[in-house]
């Protein structure tokens, strides 16, 4: 399904009139209703804006893609605006979004809307593309440059022979000119797994110094040096640190996700140029260069294969299958049959070669790969909280609320009632406070979270992250078909 065949110039709206998300979201979806395409905008409306709050929609570079799957509709919809001004989506870089694609799928295709999400944010990244729909006035000029850069996508060059792949990326089978190849470098950019620009970790962390919890706890601890209770006062500290790490942790984690992305990517690369075999640096390589792919080698960028010589691939690195995928070298003319990452004519960077050898054109290098919008998305989506965490955020929000009130009716009682000193009435309600504040929660519950590992551990379980713990205590069925992850992929006999 392409992205171009989802909209027409009913589901386009060239000037957005909202300055907020809420009202572009609602503005979108209105001109859905109208073009027919759904029935209740207002129900969609709040499933969309729930799932904002939980999660933002908003890619880096001016681009936000609000989704949904919902009942009552039998095939995707979506809508395209463009916002001159540009709304605030929440975006990580900061910047405002100018280009808003929001699509809604039938709830039960949810592959069908992963790829379409893929496949979207793929599309509307080319910058050549992004700028050009800024700047038209026609909708059916837009529609036709989102035709046009669609013909230019992986998905366009499966069905295609040998010589017109070549020629659609104007290059030859001895592949590029040393020239030509650096003048696409400066136009394309490096091959390489970039990091989005975010807050420093040490900012990060102190922000978990600042929270409402721990400013609780830092009144507490001065408190205590005040009272001349040092030892507490330290004991506090302490534990306001260890919350803090808790959760810089989890953020931490987040931010390696990257480097281990790029350790899939190869440093060097055998490529042919002016028909000749070169060994270069993998950031060199640009669309159109012809790579040589062999046993034991991993792939540095999407290519379509053009030789193939009994080729199998795994694959894992993109889907978690360990099952390897033959490759071959002719056109598919339909590629309906097949998931994205098995299709048999394509390589994927990041995938290892397992046997045989071949040749390909590169069709995408950079965060323009697949394993290039992974990286992005590792970088972009948060972590929803497990229900345990869920309920822990909510009571340190009820018993910080309860223990500020008590102290502010304290303050009032020790100054009028029992006739204290301002300072005095300011110390007892501070006490108060602190009184009612459970310092020990956070750590309890990771020590008793991390117990239940160790114990699993013994049992050949391996956990990674604590919280999985408390959300499998709640599980009464695992659905799955992660053969040889879950498993040994191995085939014993047991009886002859």
């Known amino acids: 399904m392409k992205i171009s065949d989802l909209i027409n110039e009913n589901t386009i709206q060239l000037d957005l009139k909202a300055t907020k998300k809420d009202e572009a979201i609602r503005e979108l979806l209105n001109i859905l ?7 209740n905008p207002e129900d969609i409306f709040i499933s969309i804006t729930e799932r904002e709050k939980a999660l933002s929609t908003a890619f880096a570079d001016r681009l936000a893609i609000p989704h949904s799957t919902i009942q009552g509709i039998s095939e995707p919809v979506a809508c395209l605006a463009i916002g001159r001004d540009g709304i605030d989506f929440g975006s990580t870089d900061g910047k405002p979004a100018n280009l808003i694609f929001l699509f809604l799928s039938p709830a039960e295709e949810t592959e069908t809307h992963l790829q379409i999400l893929s496949k979207a944010e793929g599309l509307f990244r080319n910058r050549i593309l992004f700028n050009a729909l800024l700047t038209t006035n026609s909708k059916k000029k837009l529609i036709e440059e989102i035709r046009n850069a669609e013909r ?67 009144a507490a601890g001065i408190l205590a040096f005040v009272a001349g209770m040092p030892e507490l006062g330290w004991a506090i500290l302490v534990v306001i640190f260890i919350n803090a790490s808790f959760s810089f942790w989890q953020e931490y984690k987040a931010e390696k996700a990257v480097e281990a992305l790029r350790v899939l990517i190869p440093s060097y690369s055998r490529v042919l140029r002016d028909d000749q075999e070169k060994r270069i640096l993998t950031s060199e390589l640009v669309p159109g260069d012809i790579i040589l792919l062999g046993e034991g080698d991993k792939v540095p960028a999407d290519g379509r294969l053009f030789q193939s010589f009994d080729m199998r691939v795994d694959n894992s690195a993109l889907t978690g299958e360990s099952r390897p995928i033959y490759k071959i070298s002719e056109p598919v003319l339909d590629g309906k049959n097949f998931l994205w990452t098995e299709m048999p004519n394509l390589v994927f960077g990041g995938t290892s070669i397992l046997s045989g050898n071949g040749k390909a054109i590169v069709i995408a290098t950079g965060m323009h790969t697949e394993i290039g919008k992974i990286a992005r998305l590792t970088q972009v989506i948060k972590e929803e909280l497990s229900p345990l965490q869920k309920e822990m955020v909510k009571v340190t929000k009820v018993v910080s609320i309860l223990a500020v009130s008590m102290g502010v009716l304290f303050f009032f009682l020790g100054n009028y009632v029992a006739h204290l000193t301002g300072f005095q009435s300011f110390i007892f309600a501070i006490g108060i406070i ?27 379980v391996i956990i990674k992250r604590l919280s999985s713990v408390e959300t499998l205590g709640c599980t009464t069925v695992i659905c799955t078909d992660k053969t040889g992850t879950l498993t040994t992929n191995q085939v014993s006999v047991v009886r002859v």
């Open 152 to 218: 230019m996508g992986w998905d366009a060059y499966i069905n295609l022979p040998e010589e017109e792949v070549l020629s659609e990326l104007e290059t030859k089978k001895g592949g590029l000119s040393e020239q030509e190849a650096r003048r696409r470098l400066k136009e394309f950019g490096p091959n390489t797994l970039e990091k989005i620009r975010t807050a420093p970790l040490y900012l990060r962390f102190a922000a978990n110094l600042t929270n409402l919890f721990a400013i609780l706890l830092w």
């Open 434 to 460: 602190a009184a009612n504040v459970p310092e020990g929660l956070l750590p309890t519950v990771s020590l008793a979270l991390a117990m239940a590992v160790q114990r699993m551990a013994k049992r050949n």
């Open 33 to 39: 209703h109208k073009a027919k395409k759904i029935r």
